[in-house]
């Protein structure tokens, strides 16, 4: 069924367009005294159409009978805008290669044509036939910005980040504006490398990544976990804990490699160290270290086991679910093996809900992504670091 937006937008085109025709048949009368011309049945016909709200036949008509010329060019592209936006993409393709088959256009007129058969078939998923008429404009003095930004988008959907990196290239010289989402393009490539086991081309990579703040923090990560995999557990530990120390949000995530680092070089006492610290310097992270703990089953270690139980003892919501009271009373082994039931409970609860949110629009996610696909920021994704008890009664 047609909408009440889409109804009025067919009679507002129709009308335009009669009042158009008559003005201009008005116009040819005065300069050459020729008697009145009627109005056109088809126009006639098409005000029937919508008057009759058979919206989708009076917009077909209007299509049909609409020439072409310099007068209706702007109606034209703001038809095939309302096609598009209707979701009728097969529409709007054709109203736009109408246009472009116009022998007389303008340049700047074939421009806005390709530039809007080309966000038709982005629209329609064509990626392919939509980069080649970007491709097109990229020269273009009116639209060369415009189709950059365009191929971008495409390039970043289908992850073919070198080609990014060139359109991101092209548009600083012809917008003058320094880009920094090529950092994380070249963040992209390091991570994609450091996957495949190609340590020395990850850090190729991150060598170039190293253009504004904007990407830093996860070329450190990259660095960290680059350290790991080669047994360079001092290097890996000083990157992880300068993440920490920028964004205390990330320990949830890191706490896990930070303890494997520390085993694994033999300094488990720094590592109970480094724990109480944090803690002493901010004892609003004991709740994010007893989180992670529980998250990434963290053991041995008495400094985690402490906050664990004391987030546990502490919590007022988890007071109402479990009887507090009898589990203080309990001897030390009867108490810790309670406190890891319900850690038990607390991880799978952490595990069916949403662990990472977008702090630009709120999108959340189970995995720690760097591009939102929701509101297409960098790096705007953060973990969530809490329980979110109101899951259980949901």
Excluded at 255 to 261: D, E, R, T, V
Excluded at 328 to 357: K, N, P, W, Y
Aim: hydrophobic residues 40%; charged residues 25%; contains cysteine.
């Amino acid at each position: 069924m047609p909408t009440e937006s889409a109804f009025f937008l067919a009679a507002l085109f129709v009308l335009m367009a009669a009042i158009g025709w008559g003005l201009r048949h008005l116009a040819d009368r005065d300069r050459d005294n020729s008697p009145p011309t009627r109005v056109s049945a088809d126009y006639m016909r098409g005000l029937n159409l919508v008057l009759s709200r058979r919206t989708d036949e009076a917009l077909e008509l209007f299509v049909q009978m609409a020439k072409v010329d310099d007068d209706t060019l702007e109606t034209h592209f703001a038809l095939g805008h309302l096609f598009r936006r209707r979701g009728e993409v097969d529409r709007a393709i054709r109203v736009h290669q109408n246009l472009l088959a116009r022998p007389n256009l303008s340049e700047a007129q074939r421009h806005q044509a390709l530039f809007s058969l080309g966000d038709d078939y982005l629209s329609a998923g064509l990626f392919d036939r939509a980069e080649k008429l970007f491709s097109e404009l990229t020269e273009s003095e009116s639209h060369a910005d415009a189709g950059l930004r365009k191929l971008i988008y495409i390039y970043e959907q289908e992850r073919d980040w070198h080609k990014a990196i060139e359109m991101r290239r092209k548009l600083e010289v012809v917008s003058g504006e320094r880009l920094p989402e090529v950092a994380h393009y070249y963040c992209e490539l390091a991570e994609q490398a450091r996957l495949d086991g190609d340590l020395a081309q990850a850090k190729t990579y991150l060598k170039s990544s190293v253009r504004t703040e904007t990407g830093a923090l996860r070329g450190t990560l990259i660095r960290a976990a680059i350290a790991e995999q080669e047994q360079e557990y001092a290097q890996a530990i000083g990157f992880y804990e300068s993440v920490v120390e920028t964004d205390k949000r990330f320990i949830s995530e890191l706490l896990p490699h930070l303890q494997k680092c520390y085993q694994a070089a033999d300094r488990a006492a720094e590592f109970e160290t480094y724990i109480k610290s944090v803690v002493s310097k901010d004892a609003g992270l004991a709740r994010d270290i007893a989180y992670a703990a529980i998250v990434g089953e963290l053991k041995d270690s008495e400094a985690l086991r402490g906050c664990v139980e004391r987030f546990v003892l502490t919590n007022t919501v988890l007071a109402d679910l479990v009887n507090w009271p009898e589990i203080e009373t309990l001897d030390e082994t009867q108490r810790t093996a309670a406190i890891e039931r319900i850690s038990h409970g607390l991880r799978g609860l952490v595990l069916s809900s949403a662990r990472f949110r977008c702090t630009n629009c709120g999108y959340s996610s189970q995995r720690l992504i760097w591009h939102c696909p929701s509101c297409k920021q960098w790096e705007c994704v953060r973990p969530i670091q809490g329980f979110q008890f109101e899951t259980l009664v949901a």
